[in-house]
């Protein structure tokens, strides 16, 4: 289920919300195939089989399945509407995927029923119909917030024009404390309905029921929530199907709309609607897929494209920036030097290097992005700000704090004039000034952007969405230095378990996380499991980063800061050996690491005895 409180703003949806009306959208822009049925087929047959029998014949069962009707399929004693509804309810992309031909299928069903039914007199009168289930408290609680705002059941809806059915479902959940009863009463003018339904008769499972099903991501306004039930939690919710005229669902529909512009049709369409919801596997199925079926350039150029964004999103930078440049190639044969269009790949693979650490070579791309878009777009289009955000992405890395600063304040006052006030860009640009003011030490300016660019991500990101766990994370950083460590890892312990549900076992993310927990476990005295945490950093960075990135070198640093806590100088001293090898190799010559690096060096010959070692590792930090 999804909730919209009465006046809120399309920006502030509940992803949920939009999502899966994009995703019914896009699954009918696509040509699914007997093959599509085939391999579904195959994995789920039990799924198929008739009175009781199982058939393992995948061509009969193809047959069966096209000789049946969807709605029939659905409504029978099996576990496919169960599988479906679950899997729509928490966008599962690999179920989703496998049974996008039968999501169709069961939709232009219903669509088609229903224009049959609404020329019968009797079907256009006003009726109601109800439904009767448990809700988890939370869900509940967020069910009362949006009271005469609207809801929208993201799965198929089934409904019964019996009540005292329904009432039944819903009591038989009322003795369960973890859930809330309840009966939603629903007014339906067929009229003016903006979804189809219809009552589906002897093609039910359960035929005394009067059956009525609606197609999913129905959308209903909520009138009234009240108790019924005495020494049990039991409720009843007293909706309305919303109709074309609803204002608010008009806004929220055009909205949709523009997102939807924002897409391909198709299989292109459904694999760019993947990458936003986040993990990147069926994504990737999809794209290499449609890559070997010899594309169309046009086609060809989106499926490079998306899979450079991929491998990006999975830390795997080099194999992003060849499917970038494999892209490029592709447009610098077919349009002018100058078209914004050739900006965006230059920004692509700039934001390879610079996670790769090459400073030079990613100022260098985004700076060839930044002059083709001053030639080509208007002064506050945001995709300029997307290059100043870059370049002072690099000028911070470089450790240049007050040319950041410059390049994110252009980037923010663009964005600010551009983009609705809580666009997932304005959130990023919060974030990098948080960061900026961080590294200054001007803590409370950084929570206060960092809170900023929190609030703008839990409105238009689902809850376990990776780009969540960075002002999470920055959050903690700032607490850790304000020396309030249990809050820093309350902080850490949120991100990391954001970023372990969505992104692959050896993200250079997760490593981050790993080393920060190391840090607060260190200042807080234990010793032992910040190393272990450190070493899990390590472990992850060996395997994904290239061997002189600057985050190896944090580790290696770390990991001597603990041995040194301990009173283990000698294995203090060879870490921060290698941190210094690698900064120097990475980081300009007045980075102030290379100053830290150089006065650990000094701290460690120091307690050594080693005197004049020290002072040369001193002079150097200077």
Known sequence: MSFVPSGRKPDQ????????????????????????????????????????????????????????????????????????????????????VQMGFFITDLHRNIEKLHKKQIIDISFSRTFMVYRGQGLPKAEFEELRKAEDGLMSFNNFLSTSTERDVCLSYAESNADNADFV??????????????????????????????????????????????SIGTARLLYE??????????????????????????????WIG???????????????????TLLNNRPSNKDALLIYHALGVIQHNRGAFD?????????????????????????IFYHNIGSV???MGDYPKALEQYGKALSIQQQSLPANHPGLAASYNNIGLVYHNMG?????????????????????????????????????????GDYPKALEQYGKALSIQQQCLPPNHPDLAIPTLNIGLVYFNMGDYPKALEQYGKALSIQRQSLPANHPDLATSYNNIGLACDNMGDYPKALEQ????????????????????????????????????????????KALSIRQQSLPANHPDLAASNNNIGLVYHKMGDYAMAHSYYERSI
Not at 40 to 63: N, P, T, Y
Not at 420 to 431: E, K, Q, R, T, V
């Open 13 to 96: 949806l509940d992803p949920s919300f939009m999502y899966t009306q994009l995703l019914k959208e896009t699954l009918l822009t696509i040509d699914f195939q007997d093959e599509h049925i085939i391999q579904f087929i195959k994995r789920h047959s039990a799924l198929f089989a008739i009175d009781g029998k199982q058939v393992h014949d995948v061509e009969r069962l193809v047959h069966d399945y096209h000789t049946k009707d969807p709605i029939w399929w659905y409504t029978r004693g099996n576990d496919l509407h169960v599988m479906l509804n679950k899997a729509l309810r928490v966008m599962d992309d690999d179920v989703l």
């Open 534 to 577: 450190y070493v899990k950093a390590l472990s992850i960075r060996q395997q994904s980063l290239p061997a002189n990135h600057p985050d190896l070198a944090r580790s290696y640093n770390n990991s001597g800061s603990v041995y040194y806590n301990m009173g283990d100088y000698p294995k203090a001293l060879e870490q921060y050996v």
């Open 353 to 355: 290097y610079d996670n």
């Open 270 to 288: 459904l694999g760019q609607l993947l990458i936003e919801l986040g993990p990147n596997n069926k994504a990737e199925e999809i794209f290499n």
């Open 181 to 226: 009863a309840v009966l939603f009463n629903i007014q339906v003018d067929p009229t003016q309905s903006t979804t189809p339904f219809a009552f589906i008769g002897s093609l039910g499972q359960f035929l005394h029921e009067n059956e009525v099903l609606f197609s999913m991501h129905t959308v209903f306004r909520i009138h009234s929530i009240q």
């Open 319 to 343: 194999e992003g920036r060849q499917f970038f440049r494999k892209a490029l190639v592709l447009l610098e044969n077919s349009l002018p030097a100058n078209h914004p269009t050739i900006a």
């Open 400 to 440: 240049d704090y007050s040319k950041a600063l410059e390049q994110y304040g252009k980037a923010l006052s663009i964005r600010q004039q551009s983009l609705p006030a809580n666009h997932p860009d304005l959130a990023g640009s919060y974030n990098n000034i948080g960061l900026v003011y961080y590294n200054m």
């Open 237 to 266: 919710v007293n909706m309305s199907l919303t109709s074309d005229s609803d204002k608010e669902l008009g806004v929220l529909i055009k909205h949709i709309q523009r997102e939807q512009s924002y897409h391909e049709h198709g």
